[in-house]
């Protein structure tokens, strides 16, 4: 079975630095993709960004990007710049590509970007 | 263009009886998944449609939830004989093209609660 561990249920950061999120997985498969969302309190979830297993280089999205270590199995998130917006829930997620629909969600972590 | 919706926003229903949750995906979606979020936990799968069809129904509780989409675009998640421990937020997601590489874009939800 896939687990996703997230370890941080709150963090802070002040406004304009950097805040790194963690996020730690198990599996036994070889392909599949990392995800994190992100929930503000309006509740729709988005996705903040991907990762690919086979991929080595670290994906990146504006001021979000990613430090994938394979053989240990994290995948945490830095947000770089930080602003207010950025106030919300923080998802790290997994899914396997043979089990296409299934994505395994992590309990989340509260981010609260102060000004 | 219109994302994806769900309806009702909030559903307060009795022990023991029956609702019906409604998706609307984006237009053109095929692939559409069944998420239930228990309060302060992510989201927990229950089911994914490709199409018509309940490609992956694995993580539906019990007999007592089942999912539909008839013309592969509407679903429906419907639970009989509610139970308290049925209370949870039940997300909605969408992705033009299946699986993790397909970005999944989530419904605000629908919260129920059952008294």
């Known amino acids: 079975a896939q687990t996703v561990t997230q370890s941080q249920p709150e963090m802070s950061v002040q406004e304009a630095e950097t805040v790194t999120l963690s996020c730690t997985y198990d599996?036994?498969?070889?392909?599949?993709?990392l995800f994190w969302y992100k929930q503000p309190p309006s509740r729709q979830m988005i996705l903040v960004i991907r990762q690919e297993a086979y991929k080595q280089q670290n994906a990146t999205e504006n001021r979000f990007s990613v430090n994938f270590q394979k053989a240990a199995k994290s995948f945490s998130l830095k947000i770089s710049d930080s602003q207010l917006g950025d106030t919300a829930m923080y998802f790290c997620a997994f899914s396997v590509v043979t089990n296409a629909g299934k994505s395994t969600f992590g309990d989340g972590t509260t981010l609260t970007v102060k000004p | 263009g219109a994302g994806v919706s769900q309806t009702p926003s909030n559903k307060v229903t009795e022990k023991g009886k029956y609702v019906e949750l409604r998706c609307d995906p984006i237009?053109?979606?095929?692939?559409l998944y069944w998420y239930r979020q228990s309060l302060g936990q992510g989201p927990e799968f229950l089911i994914y449609f490709q199409g018509t069809g309940a490609a992956d129904d694995s993580g539906l509780p019990n007999d007592r939830f089942f999912a539909v989409r008839p013309e592969g675009s509407v679903s429906t998640l419907k639970i009989q004989r509610t139970e308290r421990g049925d209370s949870a937020v039940y997300l909605c997601?969408?992705?033009?093209?299946?699986?993790?590489?397909?970005?999944?874009?989530f419904g605000p939800g629908t919260r129920l609660l059952v008294l």
């Open positions: 237009s053109g979606h095929t692939a």
């Open positions: 997601a969408s992705s033009l093209d299946p699986g993790p590489s397909g970005t999944q874009y």
């Open positions: 599996t036994s498969e070889n392909n599949y993709y």
